[in-house]
Protein backbone atom coordinates (compact mmCIF):
# COMPACT_ATOMS: atom_id res chain seq x y z
CA UNK A 1 0.00 0.00 0.00
CA UNK A 2 1.36 3.47 -0.81
CA UNK A 3 0.60 6.79 0.82
CA UNK A 4 1.26 10.27 -0.90
CA UNK A 5 3.73 12.58 1.55
CA UNK A 6 5.04 15.67 2.17
CA UNK A 7 8.01 16.57 4.46
CA UNK A 8 10.06 19.63 4.41
CA UNK A 9 13.71 18.72 4.81
CA UNK A 10 16.11 21.45 5.93
CA UNK A 11 13.53 23.87 4.37
CA UNK A 12 12.65 22.37 1.05
CA UNK A 13 9.77 20.31 0.56
CA UNK A 14 10.02 16.76 -0.49
CA UNK A 15 6.98 15.16 -1.91
CA UNK A 16 6.41 11.69 -2.31
CA UNK A 17 4.97 8.49 -2.84
CA UNK A 18 6.03 5.66 -0.43
CA UNK A 19 5.11 1.97 0.62
CA UNK A 20 3.83 2.49 4.49
CA UNK A 21 6.59 0.55 5.42
CA UNK A 22 9.51 3.11 4.10
CA UNK A 23 11.52 4.21 6.78
CA UNK A 24 12.70 8.08 7.42
CA UNK A 25 16.23 7.75 6.78
CA UNK A 26 15.41 5.77 3.29
CA UNK A 27 13.40 8.64 2.80
CA UNK A 28 15.89 10.98 3.61
CA UNK A 29 18.62 9.32 1.53
CA UNK A 30 16.73 7.72 -1.41
CA UNK A 31 13.51 9.86 -2.69
CA UNK A 32 15.27 13.33 -1.01
CA UNK A 33 19.13 12.72 -1.89
CA UNK A 34 20.04 13.97 0.98
CA UNK A 35 23.03 11.83 2.22
CA UNK A 36 24.39 13.07 4.85
CA UNK A 37 22.93 10.71 7.32
CA UNK A 38 23.81 7.55 7.86
CA UNK A 39 22.56 4.12 8.64
CA UNK A 40 24.74 2.11 11.09
CA UNK A 41 23.64 -0.96 12.97
CA UNK A 42 20.83 -2.36 10.07
CA UNK A 43 17.94 -0.30 11.51
CA UNK A 44 17.87 -1.20 15.13
CA UNK A 45 18.50 2.33 16.57
CA UNK A 46 21.74 0.94 18.69
CA UNK A 47 24.34 3.38 17.03
CA UNK A 48 22.32 6.74 16.23
CA UNK A 49 24.53 7.66 13.12
CA UNK A 50 20.75 8.29 11.71
CA UNK A 51 19.93 11.09 14.42
CA UNK A 52 18.16 14.08 12.55
CA UNK A 53 15.84 16.48 13.94
CA UNK A 54 12.15 15.76 13.80
CA UNK A 55 10.78 19.14 14.60
CA UNK A 56 13.59 20.10 16.48
CA UNK A 57 14.07 16.92 18.72
CA UNK A 58 16.07 14.29 17.97
CA UNK A 59 15.23 11.45 16.58
CA UNK A 60 16.75 8.26 14.90
CA UNK A 61 14.98 8.08 11.79
CA UNK A 62 16.06 4.50 11.08
CA UNK A 63 13.17 3.99 14.11
CA UNK A 64 10.47 5.70 12.12
CA UNK A 65 8.83 5.58 9.26
CA UNK A 66 8.68 8.65 6.73
CA UNK A 67 4.75 7.89 6.65
CA UNK A 68 4.93 9.08 10.74
CA UNK A 69 6.83 12.11 9.45
CA UNK A 70 4.24 13.71 7.46
CA UNK A 71 4.09 17.44 7.42
CA UNK A 72 7.07 17.31 9.86
CA UNK A 73 10.65 19.92 9.57
CA UNK A 74 13.15 17.81 9.77
CA UNK A 75 16.57 19.05 9.66
CA UNK A 76 19.11 17.00 9.04
CA UNK A 77 23.36 17.54 8.85
CA UNK A 78 23.04 19.41 5.88
CA UNK A 79 20.84 21.61 7.70
CA UNK A 80 23.46 23.10 10.57
CA UNK A 81 25.72 25.17 8.25
CA UNK A 82 23.94 28.50 6.61
CA UNK A 83 25.73 29.45 3.56
CA UNK A 84 29.61 29.02 4.08
CA UNK A 85 29.54 29.26 7.99
CA UNK A 86 29.66 26.11 9.86
CA UNK A 87 27.55 25.86 12.76
CA UNK A 88 29.37 26.43 15.72
CA UNK A 89 29.04 23.03 17.03
CA UNK A 90 30.20 22.03 13.28
CA UNK A 91 33.07 24.05 14.20
CA UNK A 92 34.14 22.97 17.50
CA UNK A 93 34.00 19.54 16.04
CA UNK A 94 36.73 20.74 13.44
CA UNK A 95 38.71 22.36 15.88
CA UNK A 96 38.80 19.90 18.71
CA UNK A 97 39.43 16.85 15.93
CA UNK A 98 35.89 15.22 17.18
CA UNK A 99 35.60 12.59 14.47
CA UNK A 100 37.74 10.00 12.87
CA UNK A 101 36.17 8.03 9.92
CA UNK A 102 33.63 10.61 10.61
CA UNK A 103 30.62 7.90 9.52
CA UNK A 104 28.78 8.17 13.29
CA UNK A 105 29.87 11.91 13.30
CA UNK A 106 26.12 13.24 11.89
CA UNK A 107 24.42 11.56 14.86
CA UNK A 108 26.75 13.01 17.32
CA UNK A 109 26.27 16.75 15.74
CA UNK A 110 22.29 16.44 15.56
CA UNK A 111 22.12 14.64 19.17
CA UNK A 112 24.12 17.31 20.72
CA UNK A 113 22.64 20.47 18.49
CA UNK A 114 19.56 19.33 20.45
CA UNK A 115 21.44 18.99 23.98
CA UNK A 116 22.68 22.89 22.95
CA UNK A 117 19.34 24.13 22.06
CA UNK A 118 18.91 24.51 26.09
CA UNK A 119 20.94 27.57 26.84
CA UNK A 120 21.44 26.50 30.23
CA UNK A 121 22.94 23.15 29.81
CA UNK A 122 25.17 21.21 31.79
CA UNK A 123 28.72 21.35 30.48
CA UNK A 124 30.59 18.95 32.39
CA UNK A 125 31.43 15.23 31.28
CA UNK A 126 29.30 13.27 32.66
CA UNK A 127 26.36 15.24 31.55
CA UNK A 128 27.39 15.54 27.72
CA UNK A 129 28.10 11.85 27.68
CA UNK A 130 24.55 11.39 29.11
CA UNK A 131 23.33 13.35 26.66
CA UNK A 132 25.73 11.07 23.46
CA UNK A 133 24.94 8.04 25.29
CA UNK A 134 22.09 7.32 22.08
CA UNK A 135 25.55 7.50 19.32
CA UNK A 136 28.19 4.89 19.00
CA UNK A 137 31.43 5.69 17.62
CA UNK A 138 33.99 2.81 16.73
CA UNK A 139 37.05 5.40 16.78
CA UNK A 140 37.37 7.42 19.26
CA UNK A 141 37.19 7.72 23.29
CA UNK A 142 34.53 10.13 22.87
CA UNK A 143 37.23 12.39 24.85
CA UNK A 144 37.62 15.42 21.92
CA UNK A 145 34.09 15.04 20.94
CA UNK A 146 33.16 16.08 25.08
CA UNK A 147 35.71 18.68 23.78
CA UNK A 148 33.79 19.72 21.01
CA UNK A 149 30.43 19.85 23.15
CA UNK A 150 32.36 21.93 25.56
CA UNK A 151 33.51 24.57 22.76
CA UNK A 152 30.20 24.64 21.58
CA UNK A 153 28.05 25.11 24.64
CA UNK A 154 31.12 28.18 25.58
CA UNK A 155 30.86 29.69 21.92
CA UNK A 156 26.95 29.78 22.14
CA UNK A 157 27.07 31.28 25.68
CA UNK A 158 28.82 34.70 24.16
CA UNK A 159 26.44 34.68 21.19
Partial sequence: MKREIVININGEKVDATVEHRLLLVDFIREVAGVTGTHVGCGFEGRCGACTVLVDGAACKSCLMFAVQAEGAD???????????????????????HGLQCGYCTPGFLMTLYDYLKDPGCDASVEAIREAIGGVLCRCTGYVHIIEAAQQAIEVLAQM
Wanted: glycine share 4%; charged share 20%; hydrophobic share 35%.
Fill in 74 to 96: ITTIEGLARSDTLHPLQQAFTDR
